[in-house]
């Protein structure tokens, strides 16, 4: 099964742009990439999905270099509320994949400081 | 505004016993999921429907079973509740052209004792 690698925390002040990198080496030739914020005791809340190159929405982008190989989440100024943790997730729910059906990462925890 | 709702927040259950947990959907979506979420292992897929009667193995499917009778309901069986299933428990539903982006529910925490 794909295994995808996330870092564990990450820390921002108010404001700043945030990048969170996910490494999935070994990333199926259809598999999606996909990425979730999760807040204590709730479920988590779909951000940004992509498949290559750049997609951008209201809230985020996400950046996917050539070899697919890792993705990278970006949230411009960040705020307090945005402290929560973030999964990565590769794979195809529809149809066969080596890599599995939908594979969560451990998730970053972001903390956001005033 | 988008709603899944699961039936207990915390549910206690003994070894052996036989645990329903039930995921309902008002999006009328075509695909419903389960998870479990761990500390240190983040969620895993545990089966998923994409219509009525329909469902395909997730990831983690051993030792549990699944059934969709109607297309805004989705359950959860435990045959024979372990301890080792003692877990958060998850149901997720999304539309059947944008698969990944699922709407959740707030989470079952299931323990068995």
């Known amino acids: 099964l794909a295994k995808t690698t996330q870092p564990i925390s990450m820390d921002s002040y108010e404001g700043q742009e945030v990048n969170i990198t996910c490494s999935h080496n070994n990333i199926a030739t259809n598999d999606y990439i996909t990425w979730y914020q999760q807040f204590p005791s709730q479920g988590p809340r779909f951000i940004i999905q992509g498949y290559k190159t750049k997609v951008t929405n209201e809230v985020a982008s996400l950046f996917i270099p050539a070899d697919r190989k890792s993705s990278t989440l970006s949230l411009p100024r960040v705020s307090l509320s945005d402290t929560a943790v973030y999964y990565c997730l590769v794979g195809l729910i529809y149809g066969s994949s080596n890599t599995g059906k939908l594979i969560f990462g451990q998730g970053t925890t972001l903390q956001v400081k005033p | 505004d988008v709603k899944v709702t699961q039936s207990s927040r915390y549910l206690v259950k003994r070894t052996g016993e036989k645990v329903f947990l039930e995921c309902v959907q008002d999006m009328d979506h075509e695909n419903m999921f389960w998870y479990r979420q761990d500390p240190g292992l983040g969620l895993r897929l545990i089966y998923f429907?994409?219509?009525?009667?329909?469902?395909e193995k997730g990831d983690i499917p051993e030792g549990y079973s699944v059934s969709r009778e109607k297309k805004e309901r989705f359950s959860l069986i435990l045959e024979s509740a372990s301890t080792n299933q003692t877990s958060m428990y998850l149901c997720?539903?999304?539309?059947?052209?944008?698969?990944?982006?699922?709407?959740f529910g707030p989470g079952t925490r299931l323990t068995v004792t």
């Open positions: 997720a539903s999304s539309e059947g052209h944008s698969p990944y982006e699922q709407y």
């Open positions: 429907s994409y219509d009525v009667k329909m469902k």
